[in-house]
T-cell receptor, first 114, second 113 residues
Framework: ETGVTQTPRHLVMGMTNKKSLKCEQH?????MYWYKQSAKKPLELMFV???????ENNSVPSRFSPECPNSSHLFLHLHTLQPEDSALYLC?????????????FGPGTRLTVL | GQNIDQPTEMTATEGAIVQINCTYQ??????LFWYQQHAGEAPTFLSY????GLEEKGRFSSFLSRSKGYSYLLLKELQMKDSASYLC??????????????FGPGTRLSVLP
């Protein structure tokens, strides 16, 4: 148990659907992250929320919209996605300003866009 | 730009030693991390280097040379369960508290009996 949970674990959606991914961390951390992991490609950092403020978005398409209502919860809202958005979406958390600041990852949501 | 390189795949024998290399070119540096990721699972933290030298942690050791932009992960007494992808990541701090992690493509290690 890593202390970071994600739901759903698997999601299949059409290009016109709207869905949301949820992440919750039980570690008391103050930073949360969304990553995209595609086959044969490095982990891509999409969004960072540090102290509940977004500090990095890496030019992610606007069809991905993050929300961080508090330090324990993170959402990724999806709409009008493309088939190339099919990937594993990983959430992570860490404690910034704490030296090591290693990230703890959730199990991921396997997203398939038809 | 940001660039991290690792070999794509490696194969080793149970009980042997394997070294996985990582080279990086990033605009900033505030630590290098190694993660292990088994197929279908989340990455888990293995080691961290911020100063030059070797950090040892049981069967796993990690080395860093900041001047060369180089790190390696050394796995000793390999076990079948060590078959996984190993991800090298550099923390590139762009703001006082902002955290930007750049990951390499990962090295898929297969341990054979």
């Amino acid at each position: 148990e890593t202390g970071v949970t994600q739901t759903p674990r698997h999601l299949v959606m059409g290009m016109t659907n709207k869905k949301s991914l949820k992440c919750e961390q039980h570690l008391g951390h103050n930073a949360m992250y969304w990553y995209k992991q595609s086959a044969k490609k490095p982990l891509e950092l999409m969004f960072v929320y540090s102290l509940e403020e977004r500090v990095e978005n890496n030019s992610v398409p606007s069809r991905f919209s993050p929300e961080c209502p508090n330090s324990s919860h993170l959402f990724l809202h999806l709409h009008t996605l493309q088939p190339e958005d099919s990937a594993l979406y990983l959430c992570a958390s860490s404690q910034v300003l704490a030296g090591l600041n290693e990230q703890f990852f959730g199990p991921g949501t396997r997203l398939t866009v038809l | 730009g940001q660039n991290i390189d690792q070999p794509t795949e490696m194969t080793a024998t149970e009980g042997a030693i394997v070294q996985i290399n990582c080279t990086y070119q990033t605009s900033g540096f505030n630590g290098l991390f190694w993660y292990q990721q088994h197929a279908g699972e989340a990455p888990t933290f293995l080691s961290y280097n911020v100063l030059d030298g070797l950090e040892e942690k049981g069967r796993f050791s990690s080395f860093l040379s900041r001047s060369k932009g180089y790190s390696y992960l050394l796995l000793k007494e390999l076990q079948m369960k060590d078959s996984a992808s190993y991800l090298c990541a550099v923390r590139d701090p762009r703001e006082n508290y902002g955290q930007n992690f750049v990951f390499g493509p990962g090295t898929r290690l297969s341990v054979l009996p």
